[in-house]
């Protein structure tokens, strides 16, 4: 893996939504809904299943475009912008249903993901994927089709990074994975901040978000409930109770 860069800004606001509203139809699924996310944080998105965490993911990716509200990527409005456009300012998105392609290989997988570095990034290998992926490597031959649920996770991550993007949106990784892979996933996310990348991940497993998050916010029906680290979330039991428990 490449060593982190030392000189990566920390504490810019790369990433904030303001007064969102984005609907399906008629339903409106996101209200009003604002958070900030700072270059080099892991944080992550909580709430419950139907709480508007993979519409949040979708809205920021233009995949849903918002009927108001402000998203802005390292100070530009993107509401309104093709998602292909998006994704080329260095938003990387990984789905929560992967979309890898069964028929292709680990290999010819990661070529489809594959676009041009980025200034000031250095860019993502296959050595380096397969270092941060061991599965990966001891699989590369193999299709899509033949991997685990898990495996086939850390393909979409790593097609993912081979775009070189500078924000990673994660929806949903530990989602039906086995407990050792969602070690492997953790360590993974990790090492990602290290090497300087942001990333936004939504979860309902609040153990997987407390070993991997610097903060949190959590959503219920579209809204912002709290937003904070998780050391302060820890500290509030109720507002866990009320609004992550089962």
């Not at 219920?220 to 509030?236: I, P």
């Amino acid at each position: 893996m490449a060593a982190p860069c030392s000189n990566r800004k920390r504490g810019h606001r790369v990433l904030e939504l303001s007064a969102v509203n984005s609907f399906y139809g008629k339903a409106h699924v996101l209200g009003d809904l604002s958070f900030t996310v700072e270059r080099g944080q892991v944080v992550a998105l909580l709430g419950r299943n139907g709480a508007g965490k993979t519409t949040t993911m979708k809205s920021i990716m233009q995949l849903v475009t918002p009927q108001s509200g402000s998203i802005t990527f390292q100070g530009v409005e993107i509401i309104g912008l093709p998602s292909h456009r998006v994704a080329k300012m260095g938003l990387g998105y990984v789905p929560e249903e992967r979309r890898i392609f069964t028929d292709l290989t680990v290999l010819e997988n990661l070529e489809v993901g594959r676009q041009p570095p980025r200034d000031g990034l250095a860019p993502w290998t296959q050595d380096m994927l397969f270092a941060l992926f061991p599965n990966l490597a001891e699989r590369r031959n193999n299709r899509g089709k033949e991997l685990s649920g898990g495996e086939q996770q850390m393909l979409t991550i790593a097609r993912t990074l081979m775009g070189n993007p500078r924000f990673v949106l994660l929806d949903e990784p530990s989602e039906g994975i086995a407990p050792v892979i969602v070690e492997q996933l953790a360590r993974a996310i990790l090492q990602l901040k290290a090497e300087g990348l942001t990333v936004l991940l939504s979860e309902q497993n609040l153990h997987f978000a407390q070993a991997v998050a610097d903060s949190a916010v959590i959503i219920e029906g579209g809204s912002r409930k709290y937003a904070g680290t998780l050391a302060d979330l820890d500290a509030h039991p109720e507002i866990r109770d009320a609004y992550l428990s089962v």
